[in-house]
């Protein structure tokens, strides 16, 4: 059986949706053979819906051109034709509606992704303020393509509730398989740092400053540090507002605003860092899964995050970190660090749990055993 891997970007790009489509194709290719089918804007669809998105910024509004109607028929029909000269028995479609919507085929789909178009709409700043025609596009595209698939592998509950109760789809052709780490190779077991430092080791991870609690995170150092407790924070993917002006100064936090995946240095320098945290920091506002925080336990380090979106797939109270109520300010992520940080037995054992929430759920080894029973029960029914 040859399977289809249908996707708006290169599979082979280790940075391409955080690592998802690399390490899904990793997966797949364990089992079957692959064909590829990624696509470049033409000149013409890039400079129409560019013009578009600016036409839209005249009236204060957003554009998500991806999820226009027009950009989904245009791609659809591309890998309609492929799909005639390159055969394969099942198409594998990682979050890329726009491929599929208006696909023509009798092709079986596996679709994955991490949350419905709806879903999105107000609750990432990306998504809001798109003008009504652009999000009711989208919402019927996403429909269609869920409606489309012979099954949907979701990367939480959360989006599952959202398929079954906004779109109505058959909750029996859905999977709810959580993503894995966006790393080379788990650290051995025996290398795990079980003890806490002396000095707290605080580790915020992403792009997104504001979406991902980064205010938060930095008055959390400051409450703990008040608190009596010695604390660091090191920030990683982002810059906070003002540092580049040179208006940021504190001598517990560092900042690394970038590291490439693609140089071995680079990862090396961040599994050194990832080696000697105590905590991965996160009061994220908005998550609809989050690869850091499976990264966090193949290392052995708790998560202390915000119960928001997927995050519950990802996150178990007491087993993998804590998940904090949204409402929670820094006061609350610094009694709960605090706490934990503080009993050394009980810290241990939540980095050991941690490590064994990574080896059973959160891996993309997990991920591929699972897609591979869906795609024997749908071939070989």
Known sequence: MKIGFAGRWNPLNKTAWSGIYFNTYTEIKKYYPVESFYYKWPWQVRESLLLHKQFQKLSGKKAAVEFLKGYGKHFSKQLEKDLLKRKVDLLFVPSAPQL????????????????????????????????NYNIQQGIDMDRLVFQKASHCMLASDWTK????????????????????????AAPSIDSLKLAPNEICQLLFLGVEWERKGGQIALDTLHALNKNGISAQ?????CTPPGFVEGQFSDENV??????????????????????KSDFL????????????????????IPAITTNTGGVGNYVKDGINGYALPLEAGSDEYATV????FTDKVGYRQLCISSRKRYEEDLNWENWGTAFHQIAKNILQP
């Open 337 to 340: 660090i605090q706490k934990v």
């Open 100 to 131: 599929i919507a208006y696909c023509n085929t009798n092709i079986p789909i596996v679709y994955m992704t991490d949350a419905t178009f709806l879903q999105l709409q107000g609750y990432y700043p990306l998504f809001s303020e798109i003008a």
């Open 233 to 237: 924070l090191t920030i990683i993917g």
């Open 161 to 184: 509730a959202s398929a079954i109760n906004d779109y109505h789809i058959d909750a029996n052709k859905i999977s709810v398989v959580p993503f894995g780490a966006n790393i080379d």
């Open 254 to 275: 560092s900042i690394i605003p970038f590291i490439d995946k693609h140089h071995q240095s680079e990862v090396n320098r961040l599994n050194d860092i990832l080696s």
């Open 281 to 300: 920091l996160l009061p994220t506002r908005a998550e609809c899964a989050g690869i850091v925080f499976c990264e966090a336990s193949a290392y052995g």
